[in-house]
């Protein structure tokens, strides 16, 4: 099992930046990828970015290249997601996800293990 704790999440305007963390622990040698996802009220459960174990390769999606940049401290076994440019519509609960088999970064089934996801709140 691999356990996962998000943590920097809050409400901020429109333009300001937040820093997501997400601590791994237990058997993260099994893990292929990490990933974040979100989730806005009435919406699926949508890809944000992602990043190779480590740390070699990363993704995201379309509407916040550019603004957040996902990383890896293989030290800590943490991935972080750095936000820039906020904006209203990024506002959704955030969740970080662990890829344990194929690492299929932008498909949310693909990935074996979840956080318990913190809220971040972009008021304009």
């Known amino acids: 099992q691999v356990q996962l704790v998000e943590s920097g999440g809050g409400l901020v305007q429109a333009g300001d930046s937040l820093r997501l963390s997400c601590a791994a622990s237990?058997?993260?040698?099994?893990?292929?990828?990490m990933g974040w996802f979100r989730q806005a009220p009435g919406n699926e459960r949508e890809f944000v970015a992602a990043?190779?174990?480590?740390?070699?390769?990363?993704y995201y999606t379309d509407s916040v290249k550019g603004r957040f940049t996902i990383s890896r401290d293989n030290a800590k076994n943490t991935v972080t997601l750095q936000m820039n440019s906020l904006k209203p519509e990024d506002t959704a609960v955030y969740y970080c996800?662990?890829?344990?088999?194929?690492?299929?970064?932008?498909?949310?089934?693909?990935?074996?293990?979840w956080g318990q996801g913190t809220q971040v709140t972009v008021s304009s």
């Open positions: 996800a662990a890829a344990a088999g194929i690492f299929r970064p932008t498909v949310a089934h693909a990935y074996d293990y």
């Open positions: 237990g058997r993260t040698f099994s893990v292929y990828g």
């Open positions: 990043t190779s174990w480590s740390g070699a390769v990363r």
